[in-house]
């Protein structure tokens, strides 16, 4: 017969189980597609611009203004490559899923290029699983968050991994729900009268059904699927993980006619307008879902942790209409290691930790989401597959003053992209470290340094009057290139594999 001090005991451990679960944060991360650094309201630079007054986008000033805004962060140049880092902690020099990943099955979606022949890379994506050819296997963010005790939730865009693998199915990857997520990178429609793409085999947004020829944007469809998972589990007493991963801002460029006509009045172009209307659904997305929380007291112990996943399409590929979005001042965009490809608008919001309306400089990258979430979780000491490369920014988030030291970032994008002739569009490796930023272009084998405290942009290269610097810095990135067995492409005229920055 059971004693009662044995039921008693048992409950008492039950309800500080639960306890500590509602102590925990729930954690939302808002990942946006293709989003430039300029393309919304808030400034992330010392000042606004032209650009910046462009669009409405409240609720990401609302953000900032209760929260800390990161003025210098960092993704990839493309998609997949940010969200693997993103999911597992490794820089995309370790994981080498160093492109976008095809929807098809062992299917290459760099270009060929005339001078020097990409590395092997995994093509295929992340794979929770080991074994599968052309994957990095790792363990992924949410199976460890699941592990921990969160109700894990995906929502959106996946694109983590090429169909027909496990890593293509959020589900495998330690989500309790999966919310429109497949292999596919971009919706083959946003609109609802088009039932979001459905006739494409392969970019359909699946599960949507329920929208089907309604006046319900995607942006809005994803939304308020997401609200309902999260209310979902509020009867369990778990703490949430929401990975809110829009599809929005990707092409194709449809109008969300709730404000597109509000920037054809503004005088945009009807590009510019359909995009900015996408900027905008976006950005009331995220007012939904703080509006939510706030209404339903859980704002306080959330982080909103919001990104963007690269730099905005601002070049146009041959033969198309001119770009509909820029990043000026910074050089570039989507596609390449300049900053207009890699630095991106970031905003974290915990009432309970962050003080209202900081504003950090200290560089962060994408890897360094995954250590700062299990962080925030209070995950301790987690068995993974992977060794991973981030560093946590709870403590600035605790702190924007602090003074961290100055770490090397890295980019390394050893392929041709097939949209464009822009900078840095093709076969570069870059790293950056406290001011100076160094670029390898590895077609021509040059070493290229700028200053981004007064150069902002890029313009005045100063290797040749800064040697000593940019000998260190190539010395420094190969040095991490190597350490993560990373081979570099091979010259076609000679069969030889491109130098090391530090052998120029």
């Known amino acids: 017969m059971i004693s009662m001090k044995r039921i008693f005991c048992g409950l008492a451990l039950c309800a500080a189980l639960q306890a500590n679960a509602q102590q925990r944060p729930n954690i939302i991360v808002f990942l946006v597609d293709d989003m430039g650094w300029q393309d919304t309201a808030e ?4 000042q606004a611009t032209p650009l910046n007054k462009r669009y409405r986008t409240p609720n990401m000033q609302r953000l ?14 493309v998609c997949t490559p940010t969200r693997v880092s993103l999911m597992t902690g490794m820089n995309v020099a370790r994981h080498q899923v160093t492109n976008w990943t095809n929807y098809q099955l062992d299917k290459r ?19 929770p699983v080991p074994g599968i050819p052309n994957t990095v296997y790792a363990t992924p963010l949410p199976k460890l968050l699941a592990e921990a005790g969160y109700h894990t939730i995906h929502c959106g865009k996946a694109h983590y991994a090429s169909s027909g693998t496990p890593g293509a199915d959020p589900l495998a990857m330690g989500y309790a729900v999966n919310i429109a997520g497949h292999a596919a ?74 404000f597109c006509q509000y920037y054809l009045d503004q005088g945009l172009s009807a590009q510019e307008a359909k995009y900015a209307s996408l900027i905008e659904g976006m950005d009331k997305s995220l007012g939904d879902l703080v509006d939510y929380l706030q209404r339903e007291g859980m704002a306080e112990n959330t982080a909103v942790i919001f990104m963007s996943d690269n730099g905005g399409l601002s070049l146009s590929p041959p033969r198309t209409p001119p770009a509909h979005t820029q990043n000026l001042p910074l050089k570039a965009g989507k596609g390449s290691v300049n900053e207009g490809g890699i630095r991106e608008p970031m905003i974290v919001s915990w009432p309970a930790v ?36 981030g560093k946590s920014f709870l403590p600035i988030l605790k702190n924007s003053m602090l003074q961290t030291q100055d770490r090397l970032l890295v980019w390394h994008y050893p392929h041709r992209w097939t949209q464009g002739e822009g900078p840095g569009l093709h076969f570069y490796s870059a790293a950056r470290k406290g ?41 420094e990135l190969t040095q991490y290139l190597q350490e993560r067995n990373v081979t570099m492409p091979i010259i076609k005229s000679t069969g030889r594999p491109v130098e090391w920055p530090a052998a120029l």
């Open 43 to 46: 400034p992330f630079w010392t």
């Open 64 to 77: 900032a203004r209760q929260g800390m805004k990161f003025t210098n962060a960092y993704a990839t140049p």
């Open 109 to 127: 979606s760099d270009g060929p290029d005339s001078t020097l022949t990409p590395p092997a890379w995994n093509l295929n994506g992340l794979s």
């Open 185 to 258: 990178g971009h919706p083959a429609s946003y609109l609802p009268e088009k039932q979001y793409g459905a006739a494409s085999k392969t970019h359909g947004v699946p599960g949507l059904e329920e929208f089907y020829n309604t006046e319900v944007f995607l942006t809005e469809a994803l939304t308020r699927k997401a609200i309902a998972a999260v209310e979902g589990n509020r009867a369990s007493g778990k703490p949430f993980f929401l990975y809110m991963a829009h599809y929005a801002v990707h092409v194709p460029l449809e109008a969300d006619k709730r």
């Open 354 to 389: 962050v003080k209202p309306g900081t504003v950090a400089a200290q560089p962060v990258i994408i890897e360094d989401f995954f250590t700062s979430i299990l962080d925030m979780a209070g995950v301790r000491n987690a068995t993974m597959a992977q060794q991973v490369d």
């Open 435 to 475: 001011r100076w930023k160094l670029i390898y272009d590895q077609r021509k084998q040059q070493l290229h340094l700028y200053d981004l405290e007064t150069d902002i942009g890029e313009e005045k290269d100063v290797a040749a009057q800064q040697p000593g610097i940019t000998r260190q810095l190539a010395k």
